[in-house]
């Protein structure tokens, strides 16, 4: 009789103890093209905190990037993946392609991306299929946006050049998309497709032998890393600039219109977190941004010689002196 007692105490000790143990956190592998310190990423991050998730307990982050060099996307894919992952969270083509090719069952999530239908890593926005999900970026619709706002800014612009990575799939759609506004704008577009760093300098030369009178800058994950490097060569050609992200106004450019990329990944948290509950990517629809944003360098613009239409300043979500 005691040892029944006994053994019933020490059951019930070992089943109040087993209660007691904290949940396994969840591990997501973040995959990225650039370096830290990271803006995107640690909006991310608050995501999840406002989320109730800290880092350390509920989840663990394992951090991955490229430092630049995307061609290492595929094996720091792999690496994640020998560690399975919850989930792998990342942003723009190259790396979330570079994910879908190392594994079909790990969740992938993404912060930004330009066109995931047509470059094939959803099946539709509203029903993705497979494991992948995310925000993305509406870039097709307001190329002619951009193109109309730097055409205001400096109307005596009769050519414009769009830079951008042409190892990025997404990216030629964009091209396309700013030639057919072009028309109804009046203005030509010279094309400058970039393979990488090296081909900055030529690329800016071009403009100037062909006497581009503005610039659209396209981003992804690739031009963002070198944003500082093209700010210098927009500064040195006097170019005037609008690109999608604010990033390239806060390091000197002159304008920018787009979706918030920091509001974006914060909000990526939340299908992290649908996802830890149980959903399925397949299931879970591709949202679409909600804030876009337009942010102009008045101290640019003075360096540029340019007066900023009062039309184009009154839309401003933001001005930097």
Known sequence: MLTVVILAVMLAATGAAEAQQPARAHRIG?????????????AFREGLRDLGYREGQEVV??????????????ELA????????????????????????????IPIVFGAAGDPVATGLV??????GGNITGISLVGLELTGKRLELIKETAPKASRVAILYNVLNRAMEA????????????????????????DEFDEAFAAMARERAGALVMVVD??????????AELVAKHRLPTISEGREFVEVGGLMSYGPSLRANFRRAAALVDKIFKGAKPADLPVEQPTRFELVINMKTAKALGLTIPPSVLIRADQVIQ
């Open 123 to 128: 099946a539709s926005l509203a029903r993705p």
């Open 221 to 230: 994950p690739f031009t963002l890393f070198h944003r500082q490097r093209l």
């Open 61 to 74: 982050l394992e951090y991955r990037y490229a430092e630049g060099k995307e061609g290492r996307l595929p």
């Open 174 to 197: 964009r091209l396309a998309q700013g030639q057919m506004a072009a028309k109804t704008l009046g203005v030509q577009i010279q094309a400058l497709r970039v393979h990488g760093p």
């Open 78 to 105: 792999a690496e994640l993946a020998r560690l399975r992952v919850d989930v792998i969270f990342t942003s723009g083509t190259r790396a979330i392609e570079a994910a879908r090719q190392v594994t079909g069952t």
């Open 30 to 42: 973040v995959l990225r093209s650039g370096a830290p310190p990271d803006p995107h990423v640690e």
